[in-house]
């Protein structure tokens, strides 16, 4: 405050209302004379109550989970006072001395079918007191998994339902293929892990998903603004990291392709990324890096150099003598500076069309025929019967597995509608049984139904249409996995808690507040295996106690992070063998809590993963 004068002794003073935070407060303060001499002062202080509520309770919980709501009440003032704290119409009375803390129990709580559990504490002495108001997550006590079935309606579909208990079903029908998106779109927008492959995918997902993903165009500028983050100083991109030597030729190669196609779309890029990026793909691309580069590295980089200007056609004229022994995923991204048949080589059924690909690439460029034939669409989108096949690509989830082949189909799909898509004027019926959950007129609106099934059942799913066009259906059914037993589909993962006994950690199954608990993971590869995570549903109970850890050697588990919810850790590449993981938690709440399976899972590979038995933890 320029206005703010001392008096004849130097001094001066102000005064300012604070929030009702409590927290530490740092006051800076710079005076200046007429004839420009200056100085610097500053001092903190912390702002408090006399009486003070903290919560002690679970950072989540699941359903099912009972924990004993607590609060620590703390008398910051000089004399002793008679507190009466409450919750729920429950009143604990308790007497604390001057700066006293006591802990407060109230009685159990059952966490049910609901986002969250809303607690309000209050405290009372009669002279002075304090509230607080917590929002405990609650999440689902068995994974989810998802049967997803898309297609045209031609006059009539029937679809048999084979319906598990506590199931639902969702339809939507579509005038365009605009909801063969959706669950891939909802997988992108979920992704639970965060390397820059990952992050640059979901972007790019984001940029094409429009009104399907809310606030998708700031996630991706956001995304963006991130790059240098990534980056090592040499200029490529790094999975998690960015020290040197960290780099990947592959990854900086998409990310350059990725920033095209965004770039076009009106985001921006930090210039010196930017620089530093086409620095590295150039050295890339003429073969000065002390690297083997596959082919489809050189491809990719092919579309940003040349936005860039930092080469031409006429230098392309190397990749153009090894086009015959090119990819099909390599063809379609040249396709532009360099036209070729593209469906040469293709398995053909009944309207649908499925490119070919070598099945001998490198697992360094994240091979998968979906990222193969949604490369050719995004060049080829005006033939709807690759569309078929891409559309025949996907998994039971309704996804295309990775995030980048996501990404890759997503865009494809994009292509295709832009070209496509024709006018739908039509009354559609849709039935399950003998009951209507949809009869309405379809033009450019999408119809939606959700039907829940509580026990199981055998049903068939009838779509009717009637009038101008074909729209398009996706029937998506939710349902649970029942978690009981360790599953192993190509990787296996076991879990065991231990806590600290006279120096070293002994397993155990009960548990007290306050302890430090080693939660390990035991996970065995069988054979050769890249890009692997593991992670761990961090218990209600727990709260991990290191955040993140990167070793300085790229190979294992090198990379791990956690949060409240989840620790998770990260190899590029593993050999056959059994990798021991482990990190340590502080046990914040009492209860019985629910400790949901730890998975280890191929990430560009979904159908190779593991899962440990769910158990339950007790603390007393």
């Not at 679809?159 to 997988?187: F, G, R, Y």
């Not at 037993?485 to 808690?497: K, W």
């Not at 120096?503 to 548990?511: D, H, I, M, P, R």
């Not at 050769?528 to 106690?545: H, K, R």
Request: glycine letters at 6%; aromatic letters at 10%; proline letters at 6%.
């Amino acid at each position: 405050n320029p206005s703010l004068k001392t008096d004849k002794d130097g001094k001066a003073s102000f005064e300012m209302v604070l929030p009702d935070n409590l927290t530490s407060w740092k006051v800076v303060a710079v005076a200046m004379t007429p004839t420009d001499f200056a100085g610097l002062g500053q001092a903190d202080f912390k702002v408090t109550q006399p009486l003070e509520l903290r919560a002690l309770l679970p950072n989540q919980v699941r359903v099912g989970d009972v924990f004993a709501p607590a609060v620590f009440v703390l008398n910051r003032t000089k004399s002793e006072q008679t507190v009466s704290a409450a919750l729920n119409g429950e009143v604990k009375t308790e007497t604390l001395k001057p700066f006293e803390r006591k802990a407060v129990f109230f009685a159990p709580v059952k966490a049910g079918k609901t986002d969250k559990i809303s607690l309000l504490f209050t405290a009372d002495s009669g002279k002075d007191k304090d509230a607080l108001k917590v929002e405990i997550p609650v999440l689902k006590n068995k994974p989810e998994q998802t049967a997803a079935m898309f297609g045209r309606i031609d006059g009539m579909e029937e679809l048999p339902l084979d319906i598990p208990a506590d199931s639902v079903l969702t339809l939507s029908v579509s005038p365009t293929a605009a909801n063969a998106m959706d669950s891939a779109i909802k997988a992108m927008i979920e992704y639970p892990f965060g390397c820059w492959e990952q992050k640059i995918s979901r972007a790019w997902a984001a940029a094409n998903a429009g009104e399907k993903w809310a606030d998708g165009g700031k996630f991706a500028q956001s995304v963006l603004d991130d790059m240098p983050s990534f980056q090592t100083p040499d200029g490529g991109m790094a999975y998690f990291v960015n020290y040197s030597g960290f780099d990947s030729p592959y990854l900086s190669a998409y990310t350059g392709y990725v920033l095209t196609r965004l770039k076009a779309k009106g985001f921006a890029v930090s210039p010196i990324a930017e620089e530093k990026l086409g620095a590295y793909l150039l050295r890339i691309f003429n073969g000065q890096k002390s690297v083997w580069t596959p082919t489809a590295v050189r491809a990719l980089s092919v579309p940003y150099l040349i936005d860039r200007g930092l080469i031409d056609t006429a230098d392309l004229e190397p990749l153009r003598r090894d086009l015959p022994k090119m990819t099909a995923f390599e063809k379609a991204i040249l396709y532009p500076y360099m036209p070729t048949e593209l469906l040469a080589d293709v398995y053909q059924t009944s309207g649908a069309v499925i490119v070919a690909e070598d099945g001998d690439q490198s697992f360094a460029v994240l091979p998968s025929r979906a990222k193969t034939n949604c490369a050719v669409l995004q060049t080829l989108p005006e033939k709807r019967e690759l569309m078929n096949g891409v559309l025949a690509l996907r998994g039971k989830d309704g996804t295309w597995g990775s995030t980048q082949a996501n990404a890759f189909c997503l865009d494809a799909l994009d292509a295709y509608m832009a070209v496509n898509e024709t006018a739908v004027d039509a009354k559609v019926i849709a039935k399950i049984g003998e009951k209507r959950i949809l009869d309405d007129t379809m033009t450019s609106n999408t119809l939606k139904a959700a039907v829940p099934f509580a026990q199981p059942e055998t049903q068939t799913l009838t779509m009717m249409k009637n009038g101008q066009g074909n729209p398009y259906y996706a029937a998506v059914l939710n349902y649970p996995i029942p978690v009981n037993t360790a599953i192993n589909a190509g990787l296996q993962v076991e879990r065991t808690y231990s806590v600290e006994q006279d120096g070293k950690f002994v397993e155990t199954t009960a548990f007290k507040r306050g302890q430090t608990v080693r939660v390990t993971l035991s996970v065995h590869v069988p054979a050769f295996q890249s890009f692997v995570a593991v992670s761990d549903p961090v218990v209600g109970a727990f709260e991990p106690l290191n955040s993140l850890q990167t070793d300085v050697k790229r190979d294992g588990f090198y990379f791990k992070d956690s949060n409240f919810k989840q620790v998770t850790f990260f190899a590029e590449e593993l050999q056959a063998g059994t990798y021991v993981l482990t990190y340590d938690a502080q046990v914040v709440a009492d209860g019985v809590f629910t400790a949901f399976p730890a998975k280890a899972e191929a990430m560009y590979l979904p159908d190779v993963f593991g899962l440990s038995a769910a158990r339950e933890i007790t603390v007393r």
